[in-house]
């Protein structure tokens, strides 16, 4: 269609008002909130579901991992060993078994994750020093537990040489034979290695990404489907004012909710940053803006709440899996670090990391402040831009 | 042009904004084709202030469509209009400035309340807190809601909500309100009340224009047009239409024309 040449298209002198739209579109939006049977508790009881739940159940650490135990030898040697694992509270004798087959049947039908035969002779070779020898086979579907199991086994039988070693060996032969080099290892910032440690704070960034990426998506969407958001299309409210008023209450959500989660980790887990809480806030005010932008777009695509969970299930899927939160982007191939860098989870997690355990300060995060303000940015002018009032 | 930045929410300045200053609506050859599916073909009339102007066709003429271009939700294919002087295609949110609109499907916030409801339409509007807290004040006293003033719109029967959704409409003074449908299922006691309503609008110089599948209140209107498969094929006040089409009730010419139709509702 042409346009018509002699209207005036700048309807600035018309905006006297405009802005002030802002301030009844968020009474609005807090009224509604607050009168919302199901969200007012689902922000307070969604940290604490989380945070109380996924880091003792999210561990790396493997307990009760079940032996079965093949003793050819049955002598006192044989017994001793067996009893030593049992001990270290890692395994759980499942059968001792005749025979390899037997053993490994049991395997197959799930019952053990670990074998360990010992061999005839096996305390006759030790005492005549002609080197015992153990077999240790692990069931390796989950390669990482019977990795660990591989391990904790591997560790308590050369436990058990040592011991035997000393009582066997002359005193002074000991540091014929014995004398390896010792390796002191220290870990930096987590020196106890808690796996909770690491976890909490990741943990809140996925919850503060699930109550403030997904709210506003289905709060945009459900207007659609009610029929109010045509009556706000009707109306002159600026797109960016409407977006404004849609935001401002899931960012004071952010806060109130990271506040909760500091509660939680500090009275459950005893965590307290080693680094400023400014600095979490400051960098949690920055995040919020970023996921809400992408609710607000996803919203603005979907036409009904099934399309708009679907997609928001998709990205919040790509997201926590390369994130960090539970395998090290270090580790990723390079295509998929590359994927990683667009992802606002993982450069916030960073940040929650590094704050929470090492105590940075922003000057050292600056890569990861530069990249949060460019997706608040990026996220949110697609959100006005893709917001049509019409068609 | 000028356009005196007043554009007072209470006076209609003749001329404010305006090419015309009678005509509120024009539409020139409008056509809004979705695909290869027209549905609105070309369609010319005019609006005066102060007019009731009955917008008649069946389900999927197009009356739904046609409007949404007037209110600038939709912008037309081809042709041209203009709604209280403003250019439909182009300047959309100038015109929803100058309008109301009320849908077919209710749409006030059912989780506010009736106040809360008109407060936060009169503020996207550009009404000031006073202005908006006198305004109510009164407007509960002539619909008879004080009783419902702080009842959530949600709890509310249907006729109230209908004639809330029409006060909310209009409380901003429009120059022209648009209505789609908006007595759909409700007893004739209530429609009736809400045209008292509607005559109390004009009675202001608020100019209506509704679609409604009533014919009795097609008989309400100044003047009715019908559109059928897009198109408009009948024109004029309800007298002259009955005299053109020999019928002795609306009801009787809109069964002649929808006949003709040759699209099926879908």
Partial sequence: ?391 | MTISTKTSNYTHPSGAGGLSTEKVIIAEQLTKKFGNFTAVDNISFEVERGEIFGFLGANGAGKTTAMRMLCGLSIPTSGKGTVAGFDIGVQTELVKKNIGYMSQKFSLYDDLKVWENIELFGGIYGMKDKEIKEKTDELMHILNFENERNKLVGSLPLGFKQKLAFSVSIFHNPQVVFLDEPTGGVDPITRRRFWELIYDATSRGITIFVTTHYMDEAEYCDRVSIMVDGRIEALDSPKNLKKQFEAKNMDDVFQQLARKAKRVDS
């Fill in chain 1, 1 to 391: 269609m042409k346009k018509i040449e002699n209207i005036d298209n700048s309807d600035s002198h018309l905006r006297v008002r405009d802005h002030s739209g802002l301030k009844y579109l968020l009474r609005k939006e807090f009224k509604q909130l607050i009168r919302n049977k199901f969200l007012p508790k689902l922000i307070f009881i969604f940290p604490f579901m989380v945070l109380m739940v996924f880091p003792w159940a999210a561990s790396y650490e493997i307990k009760n991992l079940n032996i079965s135990v093949v003793d050819n030898d049955h002598s006192t040697y044989s017994k001793q060993l067996t009893q030593k694992i049992i001990s270290s509270n890692y395994f759980r004798l499942t059968n001792v078994s005749p025979n390899y087959g037997k053993a490994l049947k049991s395997i197959e039908e799930n019952k053990s994750d670990l074998i360990l035969e010992i061999p005839t002779n096996f305390e006759k070779d030790i005492v005549n020093r002609q080197g015992a020898k153990v077999l240790i086979s692990s069931n390796a579907v989950n390669g990482m537990k019977g990795g660990i199991g591989m391990t904790y086994l591997v560790s308590i039988v050369n436990d058990f040489n040592v011991g035997l070693m000393q009582k066997l060996l002359p005193i002074a032969g000991i540091n014929n034979t014995l004398s390896t080099i010792q390796i002191d290892t220290q870990y930096r910032f987590n020196p106890h290695l808690n796996y909770r440690v690491f976890m909490v704070p990741a943990l809140m960034v996925m919850i503060l990404t699930l109550l403030c990426g997904f709210l506003p998506a289905v709060s945009i969407v459900f207007e659609k489907e009610l029929g109010t958001m045509e009556q706000i299309n009707v109306s002159p409210v600026p797109k960016s004012i409407f977006i404004l008023a849609k935001l401002i209450p899931f960012w004071v959500i952010g806060f109130i909710v990271i506040t909760i989660g500091f509660l939680i980790a500090w009275s459950i887990y005893g965590l307290v940053p080693a680094g400023h809480f400014s600095t979490i806030y400051l960098f949690t005010a920055i995040y919020i803006l970023a996921v809400s932008g992408l609710g607000i777009v996803i919203s603005n695509y979907a036409a009904t709440l099934q399309q708009a969970m679907f997609i928001v299930f998709f990205f919040m899927l790509v997201y926590i899996m390369m994130s960090g939160l539970y395998t090290p982007i270090d580790s990723m191939p390079e295509w998929a670090k590359w994927i990683a860098a667009f992802n606002p989870l993982k450069h916030f997690m960073e940040v929650m990391r590094s704050v929470y355990l090492k105590g940075s300060n922003p000057m050292q995060m600056t890569k990861q402040l530069f990249a949060l303000i460019g997706f608040a940015v990026f996220f949110n002018s697609w959100a006005v831009l893709s917001y049509r009032k019409n068609q």
